[in-house]
Protein backbone atom coordinates (compact mmCIF):
# COMPACT_ATOMS: atom_id res chain seq x y z
CA UNK A 1 0.00 0.00 0.00
CA UNK A 2 2.78 2.39 0.98
CA UNK A 3 4.68 1.47 -1.97
CA UNK A 4 2.06 2.01 -4.39
CA UNK A 5 1.67 5.59 -2.59
CA UNK A 6 5.50 6.10 -3.34
CA UNK A 7 5.13 4.88 -7.05
CA UNK A 8 1.94 7.54 -7.73
CA UNK A 9 4.06 10.39 -6.03
CA UNK A 10 7.33 9.49 -7.95
CA UNK A 11 6.56 11.18 -10.95
CA UNK A 12 5.71 15.04 -8.78
CA UNK A 13 8.81 14.16 -6.36
CA UNK A 14 11.10 13.56 -9.53
CA UNK A 15 9.78 16.69 -10.96
CA UNK A 16 10.09 19.08 -7.89
CA UNK A 17 14.22 17.17 -7.69
CA UNK A 18 14.69 17.84 -10.79
CA UNK A 19 13.84 21.70 -10.92
CA UNK A 20 16.36 22.15 -8.58
CA UNK A 21 19.23 21.02 -10.48
CA UNK A 22 21.53 22.85 -12.82
CA UNK A 23 20.72 23.10 -16.34
CA UNK A 24 24.18 21.80 -17.64
CA UNK A 25 23.20 18.31 -15.45
CA UNK A 26 19.53 18.36 -17.41
CA UNK A 27 21.24 18.95 -20.45
CA UNK A 28 23.33 15.97 -19.91
CA UNK A 29 20.83 13.87 -17.95
CA UNK A 30 17.82 13.99 -20.41
CA UNK A 31 20.08 15.04 -24.19
CA UNK A 32 19.11 11.43 -25.81
CA UNK A 33 15.32 11.86 -25.13
CA UNK A 34 13.31 12.43 -28.37
CA UNK A 35 16.39 10.79 -30.63
CA UNK A 36 15.59 7.15 -32.39
CA UNK A 37 19.44 6.39 -32.68
CA UNK A 38 20.88 4.51 -29.83
CA UNK A 39 22.74 7.20 -28.06
CA UNK A 40 22.54 5.81 -24.48
CA UNK A 41 19.90 6.61 -21.95
CA UNK A 42 18.58 8.90 -19.90
CA UNK A 43 19.86 9.55 -16.80
CA UNK A 44 16.83 9.57 -14.27
CA UNK A 45 18.40 11.00 -11.38
CA UNK A 46 16.65 11.26 -7.76
CA UNK A 47 18.92 13.90 -6.57
CA UNK A 48 20.87 16.70 -7.95
CA UNK A 49 24.67 16.78 -7.77
CA UNK A 50 24.40 20.51 -6.81
CA UNK A 51 21.54 22.04 -5.62
CA UNK A 52 20.37 25.44 -7.95
CA UNK A 53 17.72 27.71 -7.89
CA UNK A 54 19.31 28.81 -11.79
CA UNK A 55 16.03 27.28 -14.05
CA UNK A 56 14.05 29.07 -11.85
CA UNK A 57 15.80 31.95 -12.22
CA UNK A 58 15.48 31.90 -15.62
CA UNK A 59 11.68 30.88 -15.37
CA UNK A 60 11.59 34.20 -13.27
CA UNK A 61 13.95 36.65 -15.37
CA UNK A 62 14.69 35.12 -18.83
CA UNK A 63 11.79 33.72 -19.79
CA UNK A 64 8.94 35.94 -18.89
CA UNK A 65 6.44 34.09 -21.66
CA UNK A 66 6.34 31.55 -19.15
CA UNK A 67 5.18 33.49 -16.40
CA UNK A 68 3.07 35.26 -18.89
CA UNK A 69 1.29 31.88 -19.77
CA UNK A 70 1.14 31.40 -16.55
CA UNK A 71 -0.87 34.66 -16.17
CA UNK A 72 -2.81 33.81 -18.69
CA UNK A 73 -4.40 30.35 -16.68
CA UNK A 74 -4.94 32.48 -13.48
CA UNK A 75 -7.12 34.98 -15.77
CA UNK A 76 -9.14 32.17 -17.32
CA UNK A 77 -9.14 30.03 -14.11
CA UNK A 78 -10.59 33.08 -11.56
CA UNK A 79 -13.61 34.02 -13.76
CA UNK A 80 -14.08 30.98 -14.48
CA UNK A 81 -14.42 29.76 -10.62
CA UNK A 82 -15.79 32.92 -9.28
CA UNK A 83 -18.91 32.89 -11.93
CA UNK A 84 -19.73 29.23 -11.79
CA UNK A 85 -19.68 29.31 -8.18
CA UNK A 86 -22.30 32.24 -8.08
CA UNK A 87 -24.24 31.49 -10.71
CA UNK A 88 -24.80 27.69 -9.69
CA UNK A 89 -25.54 28.63 -5.91
CA UNK A 90 -28.62 30.35 -8.00
CA UNK A 91 -29.55 27.84 -9.52
CA UNK A 92 -28.74 25.18 -6.73
CA UNK A 93 -31.48 26.88 -4.76
CA UNK A 94 -34.26 26.45 -7.52
CA UNK A 95 -33.80 22.98 -8.33
CA UNK A 96 -33.22 21.99 -4.89
CA UNK A 97 -36.12 24.10 -3.21
CA UNK A 98 -38.33 25.64 -5.51
CA UNK A 99 -41.07 23.75 -7.28
CA UNK A 100 -41.47 24.72 -10.78
CA UNK A 101 -42.64 22.64 -13.71
CA UNK A 102 -40.43 20.01 -15.79
CA UNK A 103 -37.82 20.80 -12.85
CA UNK A 104 -36.52 17.14 -12.53
CA UNK A 105 -36.36 16.73 -16.23
CA UNK A 106 -34.34 20.35 -16.35
CA UNK A 107 -32.08 19.02 -13.98
CA UNK A 108 -31.50 15.48 -15.94
CA UNK A 109 -30.97 17.32 -18.76
CA UNK A 110 -27.89 19.67 -16.76
CA UNK A 111 -26.52 15.89 -15.31
CA UNK A 112 -26.51 14.73 -18.95
CA UNK A 113 -24.41 17.10 -20.40
CA UNK A 114 -22.11 17.19 -17.63
CA UNK A 115 -21.01 13.74 -18.69
CA UNK A 116 -20.52 14.53 -22.11
CA UNK A 117 -17.12 14.84 -23.45
CA UNK A 118 -15.67 18.28 -24.71
CA UNK A 119 -15.55 17.25 -28.25
CA UNK A 120 -19.13 16.39 -28.49
CA UNK A 121 -20.56 20.19 -28.43
CA UNK A 122 -17.41 21.54 -30.08
CA UNK A 123 -18.35 22.74 -33.43
CA UNK A 124 -21.87 24.14 -32.56
CA UNK A 125 -20.31 25.83 -29.57
CA UNK A 126 -17.21 27.26 -32.29
CA UNK A 127 -19.96 28.24 -34.83
CA UNK A 128 -21.55 30.01 -31.40
CA UNK A 129 -18.24 31.91 -30.19
CA UNK A 130 -17.73 33.06 -33.92
CA UNK A 131 -21.07 34.36 -33.80
CA UNK A 132 -20.86 36.21 -30.51
CA UNK A 133 -17.30 37.52 -31.79
CA UNK A 134 -15.36 35.71 -28.84
CA UNK A 135 -12.61 33.45 -31.12
CA UNK A 136 -9.31 33.96 -29.71
CA UNK A 137 -10.44 35.99 -26.91
CA UNK A 138 -10.17 34.47 -23.30
CA UNK A 139 -13.79 34.93 -22.96
CA UNK A 140 -14.50 32.32 -25.27
CA UNK A 141 -12.84 29.67 -22.84
CA UNK A 142 -14.36 31.39 -19.85
CA UNK A 143 -18.22 31.93 -20.81
CA UNK A 144 -19.10 27.86 -21.26
CA UNK A 145 -17.35 27.70 -18.04
CA UNK A 146 -19.09 29.88 -15.68
CA UNK A 147 -22.20 28.14 -16.96
CA UNK A 148 -20.98 24.57 -17.08
CA UNK A 149 -23.19 22.13 -15.27
CA UNK A 150 -21.26 20.95 -12.66
CA UNK A 151 -21.59 23.43 -10.40
CA UNK A 152 -25.21 23.53 -10.23
CA UNK A 153 -25.45 19.53 -9.88
CA UNK A 154 -22.56 19.89 -6.72
CA UNK A 155 -24.07 22.70 -5.03
CA UNK A 156 -27.62 21.09 -5.54
CA UNK A 157 -26.44 18.09 -4.09
CA UNK A 158 -25.65 20.42 -0.86
CA UNK A 159 -28.57 22.76 -0.95
CA UNK A 160 -31.12 19.76 -0.24
CA UNK A 161 -29.35 18.62 2.79
CA UNK A 162 -30.67 21.94 4.22
CA UNK A 163 -33.75 21.13 6.15
CA UNK A 164 -36.91 22.95 4.57
CA UNK A 165 -38.03 23.89 8.10
CA UNK A 166 -35.80 26.56 8.06
CA UNK A 167 -37.07 27.93 4.92
CA UNK A 168 -40.53 27.34 6.26
CA UNK A 169 -39.39 29.78 9.50
CA UNK A 170 -37.89 32.37 7.17
CA UNK A 171 -41.44 32.73 4.71
CA UNK A 172 -43.35 32.67 8.37
CA UNK A 173 -41.23 35.89 9.52
CA UNK A 174 -41.70 37.03 6.05
CA UNK A 175 -38.37 36.51 4.35
CA UNK A 176 -38.53 36.52 0.44
CA UNK A 177 -36.67 34.11 -1.48
CA UNK A 178 -33.59 36.37 -2.15
CA UNK A 179 -33.42 36.67 1.56
CA UNK A 180 -33.60 33.32 2.48
CA UNK A 181 -31.00 33.07 -0.21
CA UNK A 182 -28.29 35.15 1.18
CA UNK A 183 -28.77 34.76 4.96
CA UNK A 184 -29.76 31.05 5.05
CA UNK A 185 -29.21 28.95 1.88
CA UNK A 186 -24.93 30.99 1.37
CA UNK A 187 -23.79 30.63 4.62
CA UNK A 188 -25.42 26.59 4.97
CA UNK A 189 -23.60 25.49 1.68
CA UNK A 190 -20.06 27.37 2.06
CA UNK A 191 -18.64 23.89 2.43
CA UNK A 192 -20.02 22.75 -0.52
CA UNK A 193 -18.68 25.96 -2.08
CA UNK A 194 -15.54 25.51 -0.89
CA UNK A 195 -15.39 22.09 -2.16
CA UNK A 196 -16.53 23.36 -5.64
CA UNK A 197 -14.25 25.98 -5.33
CA UNK A 198 -11.37 23.14 -5.40
CA UNK A 199 -13.25 21.24 -7.56
CA UNK A 200 -12.97 23.55 -10.19
CA UNK A 201 -9.60 24.70 -9.86
CA UNK A 202 -8.21 20.99 -10.15
CA UNK A 203 -10.11 20.74 -13.09
CA UNK A 204 -9.85 24.15 -15.18
CA UNK A 205 -6.08 24.67 -14.48
CA UNK A 206 -5.90 21.03 -16.31
CA UNK A 207 -7.55 22.59 -19.16
CA UNK A 208 -6.32 21.54 -22.39
CA UNK A 209 -8.55 20.89 -25.56
CA UNK A 210 -10.21 24.03 -25.07
CA UNK A 211 -7.51 26.69 -25.34
CA UNK A 212 -5.86 24.57 -28.09
CA UNK A 213 -9.58 25.23 -30.20
CA UNK A 214 -10.51 28.46 -29.57
CA UNK A 215 -7.25 30.35 -29.04
CA UNK A 216 -5.14 30.98 -32.00
CA UNK A 217 -1.88 33.03 -30.59
CA UNK A 218 0.35 31.18 -28.88
CA UNK A 219 0.79 33.70 -26.39
CA UNK A 220 -2.60 34.13 -25.15
CA UNK A 221 -2.47 29.97 -24.36
CA UNK A 222 -2.49 29.10 -20.75
CA UNK A 223 0.68 27.18 -19.31
CA UNK A 224 -0.91 23.86 -19.12
CA UNK A 225 -0.86 23.80 -23.34
CA UNK A 226 2.51 25.38 -23.78
CA UNK A 227 4.14 23.85 -21.25
CA UNK A 228 3.68 20.87 -23.82
CA UNK A 229 5.21 22.69 -27.09
CA UNK A 230 8.58 23.20 -24.73
CA UNK A 231 11.44 21.46 -27.12
CA UNK A 232 14.62 20.53 -26.16
CA UNK A 233 16.64 22.97 -24.98
CA UNK A 234 14.22 24.74 -22.62
CA UNK A 235 13.56 21.28 -20.66
CA UNK A 236 15.30 22.30 -17.73
CA UNK A 237 13.05 25.63 -17.55
CA UNK A 238 10.38 23.40 -18.43
CA UNK A 239 10.88 21.33 -14.79
CA UNK A 240 10.65 24.63 -12.86
CA UNK A 241 7.74 25.89 -14.90
CA UNK A 242 6.20 23.16 -13.94
CA UNK A 243 6.78 23.02 -10.65
CA UNK A 244 5.53 26.52 -10.54
CA UNK A 245 2.48 25.18 -12.31
CA UNK A 246 1.84 22.62 -10.24
CA UNK A 247 2.42 24.46 -6.38
CA UNK A 248 -0.91 26.55 -6.19
CA UNK A 249 -3.47 23.22 -7.07
CA UNK A 250 -1.15 21.22 -5.07
CA UNK A 251 -1.08 23.89 -2.11
CA UNK A 252 -5.12 24.87 -2.19
CA UNK A 253 -5.56 20.64 -2.19
CA UNK A 254 -3.44 20.37 0.89
CA UNK A 255 -5.09 22.98 2.30
CA UNK A 256 -8.80 22.19 1.65
CA UNK A 257 -8.46 18.03 1.03
CA UNK A 258 -11.09 17.63 3.57
CA UNK A 259 -13.35 19.91 1.60
CA UNK A 260 -12.20 18.41 -1.76
CA UNK A 261 -13.23 14.62 -0.36
CA UNK A 262 -16.20 15.71 0.71
CA UNK A 263 -17.11 16.97 -2.50
CA UNK A 264 -16.50 13.90 -4.91
CA UNK A 265 -18.14 11.89 -1.82
CA UNK A 266 -21.30 14.41 -2.01
CA UNK A 267 -21.55 13.89 -5.74
CA UNK A 268 -21.64 9.89 -5.59
CA UNK A 269 -23.79 9.51 -2.93
CA UNK A 270 -26.59 10.17 -4.94
CA UNK A 271 -25.62 9.90 -8.65
CA UNK B 1 -35.95 33.52 -11.44
CA UNK B 2 -33.09 31.86 -9.11
CA UNK B 3 -32.69 29.52 -12.15
CA UNK B 4 -32.28 32.49 -15.04
CA UNK B 5 -28.63 33.14 -15.04
CA UNK B 6 -27.83 29.70 -15.14
CA UNK B 7 -30.57 28.47 -17.47
CA UNK B 8 -29.63 31.39 -20.19
CA UNK B 9 -26.08 30.48 -20.25
CA UNK B 10 -26.61 26.95 -20.20
CA UNK B 11 -29.14 27.17 -22.79
CA UNK B 12 -26.43 29.29 -24.87
CA UNK B 13 -23.66 27.70 -24.28
CA UNK B 14 -24.60 23.59 -23.98
CA UNK B 15 -28.50 22.97 -25.14
CA UNK B 16 -28.35 24.56 -27.84
CA UNK B 17 -24.97 24.10 -29.54
CA UNK B 18 -25.51 20.32 -28.69
CA UNK B 19 -29.45 20.33 -30.38
CA UNK B 20 -27.87 22.45 -33.38
CA UNK B 21 -25.05 19.97 -33.27
CA UNK B 22 -27.71 17.01 -34.05
CA UNK B 23 -28.70 19.28 -36.54
CA UNK B 24 -25.53 19.40 -38.43
CA UNK B 25 -24.98 15.76 -38.17
CA UNK B 26 -28.21 15.30 -40.95
CA UNK B 27 -27.43 17.94 -43.25
CA UNK B 28 -24.80 18.32 -45.64
CA UNK B 29 -23.33 21.53 -44.87
CA UNK B 30 -23.56 23.22 -41.74
CA UNK B 31 -24.70 26.93 -43.25
CA UNK B 32 -27.73 26.43 -45.50
CA UNK B 33 -27.31 23.43 -46.01
CA UNK B 34 -29.79 20.65 -47.02
CA UNK B 35 -31.17 17.63 -45.06
CA UNK B 36 -29.41 14.46 -46.04
CA UNK B 37 -30.55 11.75 -43.44
CA UNK B 38 -28.19 9.45 -42.43
CA UNK B 39 -25.82 10.36 -45.37
CA UNK B 40 -23.03 11.36 -42.89
CA UNK B 41 -23.59 8.62 -40.82
CA UNK B 42 -23.12 6.19 -43.12
CA UNK B 43 -20.07 7.80 -44.49
CA UNK B 44 -18.96 7.82 -41.03
CA UNK B 45 -19.17 4.40 -40.45
CA UNK B 46 -17.56 3.94 -43.84
CA UNK B 47 -14.19 5.45 -43.17
CA UNK B 48 -11.75 3.67 -41.49
CA UNK B 49 -9.82 6.27 -39.12
CA UNK B 50 -13.59 6.24 -37.28
CA UNK B 51 -13.72 2.53 -37.22
CA UNK B 52 -10.44 2.89 -35.43
CA UNK B 53 -11.00 5.60 -32.99
CA UNK B 54 -14.29 4.08 -32.03
CA UNK B 55 -13.05 0.46 -31.74
CA UNK B 56 -9.80 1.53 -29.22
CA UNK B 57 -11.87 4.17 -27.61
CA UNK B 58 -13.95 1.10 -26.64
CA UNK B 59 -11.67 -1.47 -26.00
CA UNK B 60 -9.72 1.03 -23.67
CA UNK B 61 -12.98 1.82 -21.84
CA UNK B 62 -13.79 -1.93 -21.28
CA UNK B 63 -10.24 -3.05 -20.26
CA UNK B 64 -9.40 -0.12 -18.23
CA UNK B 65 -12.66 0.17 -16.10
CA UNK B 66 -12.49 -2.90 -14.87
CA UNK B 67 -9.32 -2.69 -13.96
CA UNK B 68 -9.16 0.76 -12.22
CA UNK B 69 -12.19 -0.60 -10.37
CA UNK B 70 -10.51 -3.93 -8.75
CA UNK B 71 -7.12 -1.83 -7.63
CA UNK B 72 -9.21 0.90 -6.28
CA UNK B 73 -11.88 -1.29 -4.72
CA UNK B 74 -9.21 -3.08 -3.21
CA UNK B 75 -6.80 -0.15 -1.80
CA UNK B 76 -10.08 1.24 -0.50
CA UNK B 77 -10.29 -1.60 1.73
CA UNK B 78 -7.51 -1.90 2.94
CA UNK B 79 -7.09 1.58 3.93
CA UNK B 80 -10.40 1.46 5.46
CA UNK B 81 -8.92 -1.08 8.01
CA UNK B 82 -5.56 0.95 8.79
CA UNK B 83 -7.13 3.93 10.64
CA UNK B 84 -3.43 5.11 11.58
CA UNK B 85 -1.70 6.00 8.25
CA UNK B 86 -5.18 6.15 6.21
CA UNK B 87 -5.11 9.79 6.05
CA UNK B 88 -1.55 10.11 4.75
CA UNK B 89 -1.68 7.43 2.36
CA UNK B 90 -4.96 8.83 0.97
CA UNK B 91 -3.47 12.30 0.11
CA UNK B 92 -0.87 10.78 -1.73
CA UNK B 93 -3.20 8.52 -3.48
CA UNK B 94 -5.06 11.32 -4.54
CA UNK B 95 -2.55 14.23 -4.99
CA UNK B 96 -2.39 13.20 -8.93
CA UNK B 97 -5.93 13.72 -9.50
CA UNK B 98 -5.10 18.09 -9.02
CA UNK B 99 -1.76 17.51 -10.35
CA UNK B 100 -1.81 19.43 -13.66
CA UNK B 101 -1.39 17.03 -16.50
CA UNK B 102 0.95 19.36 -18.34
CA UNK B 103 3.30 19.21 -15.16
CA UNK B 104 3.68 15.79 -15.63
CA UNK B 105 4.37 15.18 -19.15
CA UNK B 106 8.10 15.93 -19.17
CA UNK B 107 7.85 12.64 -16.82
CA UNK B 108 6.04 10.77 -19.09
CA UNK B 109 8.11 11.70 -21.83
CA UNK B 110 12.03 10.43 -19.84
CA UNK B 111 9.95 7.52 -18.81
CA UNK B 112 8.26 6.18 -21.82
CA UNK B 113 10.88 7.33 -24.44
CA UNK B 114 12.98 5.18 -26.54
CA UNK B 115 16.26 6.10 -25.04
CA UNK B 116 13.90 6.49 -21.79
CA UNK B 117 14.37 5.47 -18.21
CA UNK B 118 11.93 2.45 -18.88
CA UNK B 119 14.33 1.12 -21.44
CA UNK B 120 16.93 1.93 -19.17
CA UNK B 121 15.61 -0.13 -16.30
CA UNK B 122 14.97 -2.85 -18.82
CA UNK B 123 18.32 -3.28 -20.13
CA UNK B 124 19.48 -3.25 -17.12
CA UNK B 125 18.43 -6.82 -16.49
CA UNK B 126 18.86 -7.50 -20.06
CA UNK B 127 15.28 -7.30 -21.89
CA UNK B 128 15.11 -5.46 -25.23
CA UNK B 129 14.25 -2.13 -25.15
CA UNK B 130 10.64 -1.24 -26.47
CA UNK B 131 9.48 1.80 -28.09
CA UNK B 132 7.18 2.56 -25.89
CA UNK B 133 5.04 5.03 -27.46
CA UNK B 134 5.12 4.11 -30.99
CA UNK B 135 4.22 0.15 -30.85
CA UNK B 136 1.21 -1.45 -29.31
CA UNK B 137 2.99 -1.11 -26.31
CA UNK B 138 1.33 2.42 -26.30
CA UNK B 139 -1.65 1.13 -25.03
CA UNK B 140 -0.02 -0.10 -21.74
CA UNK B 141 1.05 3.55 -20.96
CA UNK B 142 -1.93 5.16 -21.77
CA UNK B 143 -3.63 2.99 -19.00
CA UNK B 144 -0.52 3.43 -16.65
CA UNK B 145 -0.70 6.87 -16.82
CA UNK B 146 -4.50 6.86 -16.67
CA UNK B 147 -4.71 4.66 -13.34
CA UNK B 148 -1.91 6.87 -12.08
CA UNK B 149 -4.46 9.73 -12.14
CA UNK B 150 -7.46 8.36 -11.34
CA UNK B 151 -7.00 5.74 -8.53
CA UNK B 152 -7.17 8.36 -6.00
CA UNK B 153 -10.72 9.44 -7.09
CA UNK B 154 -12.81 5.81 -7.10
CA UNK B 155 -10.55 5.37 -3.75
CA UNK B 156 -12.32 8.28 -2.51
CA UNK B 157 -15.84 6.94 -3.34
CA UNK B 158 -14.92 3.76 -2.39
CA UNK B 159 -14.05 4.64 0.81
CA UNK B 160 -17.22 6.57 1.53
CA UNK B 161 -19.38 3.51 0.50
CA UNK B 162 -17.33 1.36 2.76
CA UNK B 163 -17.96 3.02 5.51
CA UNK B 164 -21.52 3.31 5.51
CA UNK B 165 -21.73 -0.63 6.03
CA UNK B 166 -22.66 -0.67 9.63
CA UNK B 167 -19.88 -2.85 11.70
CA UNK B 168 -22.08 -5.34 13.23
CA UNK B 169 -22.64 -6.83 10.07
CA UNK B 170 -19.55 -8.03 10.01
CA UNK B 171 -19.53 -9.00 13.51
CA UNK B 172 -22.53 -11.02 13.38
CA UNK B 173 -21.60 -12.74 9.91
CA UNK B 174 -18.02 -13.49 12.00
CA UNK B 175 -20.30 -15.27 14.40
CA UNK B 176 -22.00 -17.57 11.79
CA UNK B 177 -19.15 -19.04 10.61
CA UNK B 178 -18.68 -16.97 7.44
CA UNK B 179 -15.17 -16.71 6.05
CA UNK B 180 -14.02 -13.59 4.84
CA UNK B 181 -14.84 -14.79 1.32
CA UNK B 182 -18.00 -14.96 2.25
CA UNK B 183 -18.24 -11.46 3.76
CA UNK B 184 -16.81 -10.00 1.03
CA UNK B 185 -19.62 -11.18 -1.75
CA UNK B 186 -22.38 -11.10 0.94
CA UNK B 187 -21.96 -8.02 2.77
CA UNK B 188 -19.91 -5.56 1.18
CA UNK B 189 -20.12 -5.90 -2.73
CA UNK B 190 -23.80 -5.90 -1.53
CA UNK B 191 -23.49 -2.69 0.25
CA UNK B 192 -21.52 -1.05 -2.45
CA UNK B 193 -23.55 -1.88 -5.40
CA UNK B 194 -24.65 2.18 -5.47
CA UNK B 195 -21.40 3.18 -4.89
CA UNK B 196 -19.76 0.42 -7.60
CA UNK B 197 -22.30 2.08 -10.38
CA UNK B 198 -21.18 5.66 -9.55
CA UNK B 199 -17.52 4.71 -9.58
CA UNK B 200 -17.94 2.97 -12.93
CA UNK B 201 -20.03 5.76 -14.50
CA UNK B 202 -17.92 8.26 -13.27
CA UNK B 203 -14.37 6.33 -14.45
CA UNK B 204 -16.24 5.85 -17.82
CA UNK B 205 -16.10 9.47 -17.96
CA UNK B 206 -12.69 9.71 -16.58
CA UNK B 207 -11.30 7.33 -19.67
CA UNK B 208 -12.36 10.13 -21.73
CA UNK B 209 -10.53 12.46 -20.45
CA UNK B 210 -6.94 10.43 -20.87
CA UNK B 211 -6.94 12.04 -23.94
CA UNK B 212 -5.07 15.24 -22.66
CA UNK B 213 -2.37 12.94 -21.06
CA UNK B 214 -2.22 11.35 -24.66
CA UNK B 215 -2.36 14.16 -26.81
CA UNK B 216 0.35 15.86 -24.81
CA UNK B 217 2.57 12.93 -24.89
CA UNK B 218 2.09 12.05 -28.60
CA UNK B 219 0.12 14.74 -30.34
CA UNK B 220 -2.46 15.20 -33.19
CA UNK B 221 -1.49 11.52 -34.45
CA UNK B 222 -0.34 8.93 -31.76
CA UNK B 223 0.56 5.29 -32.62
CA UNK B 224 -2.38 3.54 -34.40
CA UNK B 225 -3.56 1.62 -30.75
CA UNK B 226 -4.07 5.13 -29.22
CA UNK B 227 -5.63 6.76 -31.62
CA UNK B 228 -8.93 7.32 -29.82
CA UNK B 229 -12.17 9.07 -31.00
CA UNK B 230 -11.41 12.03 -29.14
CA UNK B 231 -8.01 12.58 -32.21
CA UNK B 232 -10.58 11.47 -34.98
CA UNK B 233 -13.08 14.42 -34.04
CA UNK B 234 -10.52 17.01 -33.13
CA UNK B 235 -8.69 16.31 -36.64
CA UNK B 236 -11.59 16.24 -38.13
CA UNK B 237 -12.64 19.36 -36.72
CA UNK B 238 -9.16 20.71 -38.30
CA UNK B 239 -10.05 19.67 -41.28
CA UNK B 240 -13.53 21.29 -41.49
CA UNK B 241 -15.46 18.02 -41.48
CA UNK B 242 -18.01 19.29 -39.46
CA UNK B 243 -20.39 16.84 -40.73
CA UNK B 244 -18.55 13.83 -39.46
CA UNK B 245 -17.68 15.71 -36.37
CA UNK B 246 -20.95 16.39 -35.71
CA UNK B 247 -21.93 12.78 -36.29
CA UNK B 248 -19.36 11.12 -34.73
CA UNK B 249 -20.47 13.58 -31.50
CA UNK B 250 -24.11 12.06 -31.81
CA UNK B 251 -22.81 8.72 -32.00
CA UNK B 252 -20.80 9.32 -28.93
CA UNK B 253 -23.32 10.74 -26.72
CA UNK B 254 -25.70 8.11 -27.84
CA UNK B 255 -23.38 5.33 -26.88
CA UNK B 256 -22.94 6.94 -23.77
CA UNK B 257 -26.21 7.79 -22.66
CA UNK B 258 -27.08 4.42 -23.19
CA UNK B 259 -24.58 3.25 -21.12
CA UNK B 260 -25.64 5.59 -18.34
CA UNK B 261 -28.83 4.46 -18.64
CA UNK B 262 -28.32 0.72 -19.04
CA UNK B 263 -26.44 0.91 -15.66
CA UNK B 264 -29.27 2.99 -13.73
CA UNK B 265 -31.40 -0.14 -14.90
CA UNK B 266 -29.52 -2.31 -13.71
CA UNK B 267 -28.92 -0.88 -10.61
CA UNK B 268 -32.97 -0.64 -10.02
CA UNK B 269 -33.59 -4.08 -10.73
CA UNK B 270 -30.22 -5.25 -8.44
CA UNK B 271 -31.83 -2.77 -5.74
CA UNK B 272 -35.63 -4.70 -5.99
CA UNK B 273 -33.88 -7.68 -6.24
CA UNK B 274 -32.02 -7.01 -2.98
CA UNK B 275 -35.24 -5.41 -1.37
Known amino acids: MTCMAVCLLFPIGITFTNSIMTAREIGINYGSIGRMDDSGFVNLKLLPDLVSFEQYYKVFVESPRFLMMFWNSVWMVMPIIAGQTLVAAFAAYAFAKLHFRGRDKLFLLYVLTMLMPFQVTLVPNY ?145 | MFLAPSLIGFAIFYLIPFTAGVGYSLMDRAVGGQFVGLDNYHALLASDSFRKAAINTFWFTVVTVPVIIVISLGLAML ?8 NVLRTAYVLPLVVPVASIIIIWQ ?6 G ?78 TMFFVMIMSIINSFKVFRETY ?32 AATLMVGCILMIVIGLFAVERRFRQFME
Do not use: C
Request: charged share 15%.
Open chain 1, 127 to 271: IIADRLGLMNTSSAIILPGIFAAFGVFMLRQFTMNIPYAYIEAAKMDGAGHVRIFFTIIIPMIQPGIAALIVLLFADYWNMVEQPLIFLDEPLKQPLSVFLSRINQDDRGVAFAASMLYMTPMVLLFLYAESYFIEGIQLSGIKG
Open chain 2, 79 to 86: LNQNLYIR
Open chain 2, 110 to 115: ILFDWN
Open chain 2, 117 to 194: SLNAWLSHFGLDRVDWMKTEAARYVVMVVYLWKNVGYNIILFLAGLQQIPRDYYETADLEGAGRLRQFTGITLVYLTS
Open chain 2, 216 to 247: LIAGDYPHDSIYMLQHYMNNTFMSLDIQKLTA
